[in-house]
């Protein structure tokens, strides 16, 4: 490259970077990327190979600000150019972390540049030209051919095979309810959740999953914009309609890289047919999208079971309530999954959704040898009766995790999940939880980015993805990714704690960080009081901390408090017999913070203590 005459468009593997106007671009297509990651990724173009440091990153983009709010930055902009080139800290191709040190480009870069009024024809746009040339003559060619009377269904078959390139990513955006009742959109919400479900079902299609989508419900954003954000090469949007007991969807597949309509089909039956519908759409979009069905797939779409449209009515409602969350919300889901059953005993997704009404109550709202016995019985029930329920088995696989101590039978559960659903971003999330509380944090991390890749701006994903990367020991991709969850959440409590808590690992930490997460936390979750107790007590805070859990102390006369929680304050605290005789409590109420004991940092001051080897026995870790 000149030294006087700086680069203006600079290109590695189908990306183009546009210096003068601050563009991202692939394959022509532009990439939404913010100003920071933008001008990081630039200066990694301007050395490609070369290490760049930490110390030039801060100096050259962020000269003024404090070692935490550059740190914290730097992460934050290396995630979001990762996740809009498609790359990976495991497996980079583009983006090499270099430990401690700093940064690295791998990939060539070339410097297409052009003076004013020049265009360099790209590869693939020669091959557009090509393709749009042959395109007209094909044309032109059918309309001679028609006109003479020659067959040309070959010929419109080989034009439908040349615009319609496979598909490795879609979104099914939230469909429209266009019955003109509000309270019908539970039904348009639940008709969407089964067409995820459905496809994700499909292990060579990365389907996004319910959390991120929903967040696009009633957007005006053009299909490629939607598509760009979620990184999908396709996405699927259509509408609803319910009158009396005729249900019509109708739905179409848009190629996000040109805005081009590849499908559209309307659907009309009864309420008792609404599976064999959906397994009709699945199907289809399958098809259009180029997948080579398993046949453990074909069996996954072949599920042509007729439903009592009351039943229907019921389990979609309890879902609707249960992805709402909060306590009254997830009582209500219960009722309306026990309604179901009620109705029709043998209803397996009924009986998983009783299970996970039960696993969300835990801990935060009911005590867990109330909960979770109701749960494992669910979940056991929901897999006796449809042993190909993908849902089921991760709701037996959470509750033998939290609740059994059963560390075998949970990673069964959750393997046969992930087997039976490749695309459930819920069972990618529960089984790396559980790697990371085994202490098995590189599997875990691993499972944890496949979760985030199918559920991109899911706050719970983001908010477990620190846990996982705390109970890893790596303080500083936690705080990254709480930093992403509380971009989606600014008032979410138990994040605020998190963060605070994972930065006063750190001595230097303390010194700049100045929020104080009780601004943050009420008295309504206990668990959220519980870890503002820890942080005080990390803060050297020792009378704000006592003060918590004298509250604490004062609410579990009334109601249930995971002791655990306050046991890592004890702890933190230095005080190790009220550690101790927490963490004792804890484990004779079976909370279901206990998996946790293995590799807690708010614990280590209490691993040589013998009482704390006996508890570590006593739930299943041999030393």
Known sequence: MS??????????????????VGELRKSGVRIKLQEKPLKLLALLLEHPGELITRDELREKLWPADTFVDFDHSLGTAIAKLRQALSDSAQNPRFVETVPGRGYRFLASVENVSQTPGQALPRA???????????VGLLVGALLVGTFLGFDVGGARQWLRRQSNRPMHSLAVLPLENLSGDPSQEYFADGMTDQLITNLAQLGNVRVISRTSVMQYKGTKKLLPQVARELNVD????????????RVRISAQLVDAANDQHLWAQSYERDSNDLLALQSEMSRAIAEEIKLKLTPQEQKNLSKLARVDPAVQEDYLRGRYHLNNGGSTEIRKASEYFQRAIGKYPRDARSYAGLADSYLALDDFYEAPWETMPKAREAAQKAVDLDPDLAEAHTSLGAVHFLHDWDWAGAEKEMKRAIELNPGSSDAH??????????GRSG???????????????????????????????????????????????????????SVWAAYLQKAEFRKVLKESPEE????????????????????????????????????????YVCAYEMGTAYAILGDKDQAIACLRKAYEARSTCMPDLKVDPRLNSLRSDVRFQELLRKVGFQQ
């Open 443 to 497: 599997q875990a991390i691993s499972e944890m980015q496949r979760a985030e890749a199918l559920d991109p701006l899911s706050l719970v994903v983001h908010g477990q993805a620190g846990w996982v990367f705390y109970l890893a020991r790596k303080e500083k991709e936690a705080i990254e990714e709480w930093g992403e969850a509380l971009d989606l959440a600014p008032n979410f409590a138990i994040l605020h704690t």
């Open 429 to 438: 999330m529960w089984y790396a939880e559980f790697l990371a509380q085994m």
């Open 234 to 245: 396709a996405v699927v949007e259509g509408s609803v309609v319910r009158s009396g007991q």
């Open 3 to 20: 030294a006087t005459t700086p680069p203006q468009t600079l290109r590695f593997a189908a990306f183009d970077v546009d210096l003068r």
């Open 124 to 134: 693939s746009q020669l091959q557009r030209l090509s393709f749009t040339i042959a």
């Open 520 to 559: 943050k936390v009420t008295d309504e979750s206990t668990v959220n009081l519980a870890a503002l107790a820890g942080s005080y007590a990390a803060a050297g805070k020792r009378t704000d901390a006592e003060r918590v859990l004298a509250k604490l102390n004062t609410i579990s006369k009334k109601r």
